[in-house]
Each structure stands twice: as C-alpha cells, then as structure tokens.
C-alpha cells in the first residue's frame, strides 16, 4: 500500500512539475520569430490564407511570423518539416484537406497527420470551381458531361498536384457523373490555372481565389461551384448538384497546427488568438473576398475533424483508383 501511495505521489509531483514547466514555457512564449509553413506555392488558396492571418497574429504575440512556401508533393514537403520540428510553437503548419488525403494517396508517409501535429485550430473552408477554356463546347454542367461521355478519356483535367482538392473534387465529380477523365497534376493552382487559361488543358476545378476573377474576366467559362449553397461572390452561378449532379459536394478545409508535444498553454494561446483575429471584421471581409468562410474550432474540435477527414478520404480514394508509390 505504502509503495502505491509513493508511486501516486511521484506521478503527482511529475504531473505539477510538467504543468509548472509549460506554464513557465507559455508565460515567455514567443521568445523569436514564428515561421508559418504551407506546402504550396504563392498565390494559392493557404498561401492567401496564412497571409491574411500571419501578420494579425504577429501583432498579438509580439514576433514577426514569416511565411514560408515550401511546395511539393502535395504538402508532405511542408508537413514532414514541421512534424521533426522542436515543439515550442515557434513552427507552425498550415494544414489543408490534402494533408488529409494523403494518408490514403501515398503508400508510405514519413509522418502521421493526426499523431505527428497538435492540433490548433481550423481557419476557413473554400469550395471550388468548375472552369473550362472558353474553347471547350460546352456551357453547363450537363453539357460537360454529355462531352465527357462522348469523348471518354479524351478530356484532361488539371489540378495542384496529386490529393489536391482540385484532383479529388474531379474525381468524385467523375466517378458520380459515369466519366472518365485523365488528371494532369501541377505544381500548385496558379500554374495549373496558367495552363488552363493558355488551353494546355480544358478543364479544373480550382479554387475560388484563383479561378474567379479569370472567369469574371471571361478568360474561362465557370460553370458551377463545389459547395451545398450558391455562393455569395457569384450568386448567379450554380451549385454542381442543382446544375445536373444531384448529391454533388466537395469543400476545402484549412487549419492552422504545431508539432505534437508542443505545451499545451501555447495551444491554448494560440487558438485564442486566432478566434480573436478570425471575429476582426476586417480580417473577415478579406477571407470573404477571396471565396473562403472563417472557421473556427477547439483544438479538441479540430483534432477530431482532422481524423474525419481522413477517414472520409479513404473509401473516396480506393474507389478512384488513385495512387502515388
């Protein structure tokens, strides 16, 4: 009884001391600049994202918090270094649906998205939009895909790399319309927009902050948006569901992560800040204007969502016949 009591107290004093630590850790915290990592390049929908948001969020932790692109293999690039990174909350990631997808995309991952990072908070949802090159003979969403089924595996699709939400708002929307077409993946959405407005390929789905002010412009024909509602930016263009794919949906989701490990008070400091910079009206007029909606959630909330996602991707993933060894 005695050698269980003292092993309790030990447990005890060690839980105290940890607190007391992280305590200590978030009283001086931030002691440097904060890099904010994304693994997309500039221009795109998370790059617009952590810089709305990046330099609010320096005001009120009193660093300077730097953006830092580092692009490639549909964010594995970006989440592996913020993974191995010291666990201070002076590295932060910017999570996005692909992080989610990815766990069912590539056969071996040298990080977990759900065990490797702490979550934050979430940041905004996008949906997409269907563009085509104005040479493309068709004006609706039905018209694509009576094209689409007449010419099966003749029309290319392009997207920002493989598990982007460009690539798998395509695949659903093909394997729900009966169609087959081929994926050309880029490095990112601008150039994948950049290849559509030059006619090196017909058709995307790409996010709302790149496409749309090319289909105000009339350089693509939009055609419908990704999300259960109209939005408010193109209030005249339908939704994929009502414009012949009943059941149609497919949203982007963003958050903001450390590395796991991290003290829990600089979590908590960190999610408060960002529910404080998410309620600015200016912050929120922004996020709007660029086609996202402000979310914001519990660490709690955003770990559980995490896994959702995750696991929302896998049958969507196998049945799509997509993969990267």
Do not use: W
């Not at 904010?36 to 990046?54: K, Q, S, T």
């Not at 404080?276 to 086609?291: F, K, V």
């Amino acid at each position: 009884m005695e050698k269980t009591l003292s092993g309790l107290v030990k447990v005890l004093f060690a839980l105290a001391a940890a607190g007391a630590v992280g305590g200590a850790v978030a009283q001086t915290y931030p002691s440097a600049p904060i890099r904010m990592v994304l693994g997309f390049p500039p221009g795109g929908v998370a790059d617009i994202l952590a810089r709305i948001v990046g330099p609010k969020l320096a005001d009120s932790l009193g660093q300077p918090v730097v953006v830092e692109n580092r692009p490639g293999a549909s964010s594995n690039i970006a989440a592996e270094a913020v993974a191995k990174a010291a666990p201070d909350g002076h590295t932060l990631f910017v999570f996005s649906t692909a992080n989610a997808v990815n766990v069912s995309l590539y056969s071996k991952l040298s990080y977990d998205p759900v065990k490797d990072f702490a979550p934050i908070s979430l940041l905004a949802s996008m949906a997409n939009i269907l563009v085509v090159h104005p040479s493309v003979p068709a004006q609706s969403v039905r018209e694509l895909i009576a094209l689409a089924k007449a010419k099966p595996g003749q029309l290319n699709f392009g997207s920002a790399g493989n598990g982007s939400t460009q690539h798998i708002s395509a695949q659903l929307f093909g394997m729900m319309a009966g169609v087959e077409m081929v994926h050309v993946p880029y490095k990112g959405s601008v150039p994948a927009m950049t290849a559509l407005l030059g006619g090196q390929i017909p058709l995307m789905f790409n996010v709302m902050s790149t496409a749309l002010p090319h289909a105000k412009a009339g350089k693509v024909r939009a055609l419908a948006v990704t999300s259960t509602r109209r939005s408010a930016l193109v209030p005249d263009l339908p939704t994929v569901a009502e414009a012949g794919l009943p059941g149609f949906e497919y949203v982007a989701h963003f958050g903001l992560q450390a590395p796991a490990r991290t003290p829990g008070p600089i979590i908590a400091r960190l999610n408060a800040e960002t529910a404080r910079i998410l309620q600015m009206p200016d912050i929120r007029e922004r996020l709007e204007a660029n086609g996202a909606e402000p979310k914001h959630s519990t660490p709690e909330e955003f770990g559980a969502f995490i896994q959702q996602e995750v696991d929302k991707h896998r049958p969507l993933i196998k049945a799509s016949g997509a993969r990267v060894d």
